[in-house]
């Protein structure tokens, strides 16, 4: 286990979509001892059972369907039955579709090219995606409503929706290949301000009037000449006056005392429950170094800045 980045490891089996085979996931309740497998066959216009799972044995909660035709449909529901033979009443029917390439698209996104600010509501989204990909659709819906898939490039032009005030936008991707396969959703958040980078350099106003008390420094200048452009100052949030600043924060110790972890950090502690961009970590509320918590179960990321 490494506190510094993952809260925690654990081991669970993994089911990579594979050609010729479906995958059926169902919950385990000690209550029940066997799950019948029902299967519509379309020879006879019937439900058929298809298989058992022995619970006792096999108490994954996961069923592979082997030796099946590509591009079919395969229509199932479950069973259970208790340890006295009573069974539930079928569950709906649901269905799914054997491909000989079930792999769907991987990959990350970011907004401008990872910055946090941006004055105006045209952005640009680049991808590092797997080279499968041949379209992917875009919102600021979570949910894709009304949105529609397009021809897949590295670098797409989006219209974030303005409002009358500064906003946190969220960008949600979904790609899909050749065969259809949809990847998990991605998303990459920006600042939106409309009313705060005048002189539309990608700098915040505020934030150059707070340090330079005017808007005379452009984003490729470096004037304390610490080697750290302003573009990048306001990016890390760091002092573009100061070249002893940034202080080197981050976290300096990580150990496990008993069934606790301590970790020793310099700057703000932030976690999340997932990996995100570093400006999408919540500061840990109360948090001082050195920094103690016992492990609940969950995942969560930690990072120091």
């Given at each position: 286990m490494d506190y510094g980045i993952v809260?925690?490891?654990?081991?669970?089996?993994?089911?990579?979509?594979?050609?010729?085979?479906?995958?059926?996931?169902?919950p385990v309740n000690t209550a029940y001892?066997?799950?019948?497998?029902?299967?519509?066959?379309?020879?006879?216009?019937?439900?058929?059972?298809?298989?058992?799972?022995?619970?006792?044995?096999?108490?994954?909660?996961?069923?592979?369907?082997r030796g099946l035709a590509n591009n079919t449909t395969y229509f199932y529901a479950l069973v259970a039955e208790d340890h006295r033979g009573a069974r539930?009443?079928?569950?709906?029917?649901?269905?799914?579709?054997?491909?000989?390439?079930?792999?769907?698209?991987?990959?990350?996104?970011?907004?401008?090219?990872?910055?946090?600010?941006?004055?105006?509501?045209?952005?640009?989204?680049?991808?590092?995606v797997s080279d499968d990909t041949t379209e992917v659709m875009l919102s600021e819906d979570p949910a894709f409503a009304g949105a529609a898939y397009q021809p897949f490039r590295p670098e797409l032009p989006f219209t974030l929706s303005s409002?009358?005030?500064?906003?946190?936008?969220?960008?949600?991707?979904r790609r899909r290949d050749a065969s259809?396969?949809?990847?998990?959703?991605?998303?990459?958040?920006?600042?939106?301000?409309?009313?705060?980078?005048s002189d539309?350099?990608?700098?915040?106003?505020?934030?150059?009037?707070?340090?330079?008390?005017?808007?005379?420094?452009?984003?490729?200048d470096d004037p304390d000449r610490d080697g750290i452009s302003n573009r990048d100052e306001f990016r890390n949030g760091t002092d573009p006056t100061d070249p002893r600043n940034p202080r080197r924060a981050g976290v300096m110790s990580i150990r496990q005392e008993g069934t606790q972890i301590v970790i020793e950090y310099e700057g703000t502690l932030r976690s999340s429950e997932r990996v995100e961009r570093p400006h999408l970590y919540l500061p840990v509320t109360g948090a001082t170094s050195p920094y103690r918590f016992t492990p609940t179960g969950g995942s969560r990321f930690y990072l120091a800045d």
């Amino acid at each position: 286990m490494d506190y510094g980045i993952v809260t925690h490891v654990f081991h669970v089996p993994i089911h990579q979509p594979e050609p010729n085979a479906l995958f059926l996931h169902f919950p385990v309740n000690t209550a029940y001892r066997l799950i019948e497998i029902w299967q519509f066959d379309w020879g006879t216009f019937t439900w058929m059972l298809h298989d058992r799972v022995d619970l006792l044995a096999d108490p994954s909660g996961i069923y592979d369907d082997r030796g099946l035709a590509n591009n079919t449909t395969y229509f199932y529901a479950l069973v259970a039955e208790d340890h006295r033979g009573a069974r539930t009443a079928a569950t709906a029917w649901f269905f799914g579709v054997s491909k000989a390439d079930s792999v769907p698209p991987d990959g990350a996104m970011m907004i401008n090219h990872g910055d946090s600010f941006t004055a105006s509501p045209l952005v640009m989204v680049q991808f590092g995606v797997s080279d499968d990909t041949t379209e992917v659709m875009l919102s600021e819906d979570p949910a894709f409503a009304g949105a529609a898939y397009q021809p897949f490039r590295p670098e797409l032009p989006f219209t974030l929706s303005s409002g009358p005030g500064p906003v946190v936008a969220t960008i949600y991707a979904r790609r899909r290949d050749a065969s259809l396969n949809e990847s998990p959703v991605i998303h990459d958040s920006i600042r939106l301000d409309l009313a705060d980078d005048s002189d539309n350099d990608g700098l915040s106003d505020a934030w150059e009037r707070r340090f330079f008390r005017d808007l005379r420094y452009g984003p490729d200048d470096d004037p304390d000449r610490d080697g750290i452009s302003n573009r990048d100052e306001f990016r890390n949030g760091t002092d573009p006056t100061d070249p002893r600043n940034p202080r080197r924060a981050g976290v300096m110790s990580i150990r496990q005392e008993g069934t606790q972890i301590v970790i020793e950090y310099e700057g703000t502690l932030r976690s999340s429950e997932r990996v995100e961009r570093p400006h999408l970590y919540l500061p840990v509320t109360g948090a001082t170094s050195p920094y103690r918590f016992t492990p609940t179960g969950g995942s969560r990321f930690y990072l120091a800045d």
